[in-house]
C-alpha cells in the first residue's frame, strides 16, 4: 500500500511585486503552483497509490473568482477516474472562515470538520484516517489533544495542521508537542504549515512535515514537493521526498576573497550558477547571489554595480533557464591593499599616505585631537555610537571611508 502526503500547496498564490523585478518570467512562476498541483496528482496515478492526503493551507486564501476552485475540481476529477480518493484539512489560509465562495466537489474529496475531530475509514485498506479543520485563520488552541485514540488493529493516520513544538517563520497556530502526538498511537502524523521538510520522528510513529509544494520566492529554497509513502505489513515501510515543484529557487553565496580582476569574479560566479542548475534537474532557477570577501576587485565592482549586475545577467541568460532574481555585493577593499594603493600616481600616494597614518598610533591620536571641534557640533547620541576617542573604532571609521571613497575616485580615475 502506499499513499501520497503533501501540505501548503497554496495554489494561484498571488506573488504580488513580481513586475518590478526586470526580466523576470513572471507567467512561470505565477503559474507554478498549479504546475506543482499537476505534477503530484500525475504522480499520485503513476504510482497507482491508494490515496492522497492535504495537511491544510490548499489555497493561500479566499479566491479572487472561481477559477481556483474549478481548476482544483478537475484535478480531483482526474484522481476519481483512478479510483483515488482524497482526504484534506483546513489550515490557516485556507480556514473554513476565509473561504465565502465554494464549489461542490467530486466525490472521492473528503473534508475533515472544524468542531471536533473527524474519523474516515477505508474498510478494505484497514486505515483509519483522523483529522480536523482549522474554523478560523488563527487557530491557537492544541488541536492534537481532541483527536481520537488509534482504532486497535489498523493503521492510523492523524492529519493536523500545526506550527508543532515551534518553527522559526511561522506563526504558533495549533501547537502542540511530540508526546501530544505520540501519546494517540496513531503509525503516521501528516502535518502541514512548516514549509521546511522535516520528519520531526521517523519512524514509531513517523511525524512529518513534507514541506510546501512549491517554493514561491527567494527564502524557500531546494527541492518542495511531497512524501510518498510506503507501508508494508501494516507498518510504515519507508518515507520518500519527492520533488514537484517546477520552479527552484536557490540562494548562492560566492567568495570572492583573493580575486584580483572582475573576471576572475565573473568565473566563480558562472561555476557557482552551473552547479545550482544542475541541482535544480532541468527547471527553472531563480537564484539570488550573494557576493562577498576581500578582493582587488572591489573597487571595479563598487565603481559600476549596474554593469557588473547586467555581466551576471549575461552569464545567467547564456547558462539557460535561470533567472537572476537579485545580486547583492558585500565585497571589501583587500587589506593586502588593492592594485590602486600600490599605484605610482597621486591616487597611489595619497592612499599609501593615509594607510601609514592609521597603522601609527600618534597619528591617530593627532587625528582625534583635530576632531575635537566637530565632536562638540554633534549630538551625544551619536557621538555616543562614532566612539571617536577609541583609536581602533577611529581606523575602521577611516577603512570605511575608504571603501565609499575609492571606487568614486576610481571611476573619475578611469573615465579622465
Known sequence: MKFLHAADIHLDSPL????????????????????????????????????????????????????????????????REAGIPVFLIRGNHDAESRLTRELR????????????????????????????????????????????????????????????TGFE????????????????????????????????????????????????????????GAALV???????????????????????????TGCESVEDVMALAQGALEEESGRAGGRLLAVRILLRGACNAHSRIAAKPEQFLNQLRAVANDLGRIWLEQARFETSA?????ASAAREDALGRLLAEARFHWDDPVELAKLAAELEPLKKKLPAALLEELRLDDPARLRDLLADAEQLLLPRLLATDASA
Not at 503559474?31 to 504510482?47: C, D, K
Not at 474516515?120 to 483527536?147: P, Q, Y
Not at 507501508?231 to 567568495?255: F, T, Y
Open 105 to 164: 466537489l467530486p466525490e472521492n474529496v473528503r473534508v475533515f470538520p472544524t468542531k471536533e475531530a473527524g474519523a474516515h475509514r477505508l474498510e478494505d485498506l484497514g486505515v483509519a484516517i483522523h483529522g480536523r479543520s482549522f474554523a478560523t485563520a488563527a487557530v491557537t488552541e492544541n488541536l492534537a489533544a481532541s483527536f481520537p485514540q488509534a482504532v486497535p488493529g489498523w493503521l492510523n493516520i492523524g492529519l493536523l495542521h500545526t506550527s508543532a
Open 334 to 338: 583587500d587589506p593586502r591593499g588593492e
Open 230 to 256: 510506503t507501508v508494508e505489513n501494516g507498518r510504515i515501510a519507508s518515507v520518500e521526498h519527492r520533488p514537484m515543484d517546477v520552479v527552484r529557487w536557490a540562494q548562492s553565496k560566492i567568495d570572492a
Open 16 to 79: 504580488r511585486g513580481l513586475e518590478r523585478y526586470e526580466f523576470a518570467p513572471v507567467e512561470q512562476i505565477r503559474g507554478a503552483t498549479r504546475s506543482a498541483f499537476e505534477n503530484l496528482i500525475q504522480h499520485a496515478i503513476q504510482e497507482r497509490v491508494d490515496f492522497l492526503l492535504i495537511a491544510g493551507d490548499l489555497y493561500d486564501g479566499d479566491w479572487p473568482d472561481y477559477n481556483t476552485g474549478l481548476f482544483f475540481a478537475r484535478q480531483m476529477g482526474r484522481l
Open 169 to 224: 517563520g511561522h506563526e504558533n497556530y495549533a501547537p502542540c508537542s511530540l508526546a501530544d502526538l505520540e501519546s494517540k498511537r496513531y503509525d503516521y502524523w501528516a502535518l502541514g504549515h512548516v514549509h521546511v521538510r522535516t520528519e520531526l520522528k521517523p519512524g514509531e510513529p513517523w511525524i512529518v512535515f513534507p514541506g510546501n509544494l512549491q517554493g514561491r520566492h527567494a527564502r524557500e529554497t531546494g527541492p518542495k
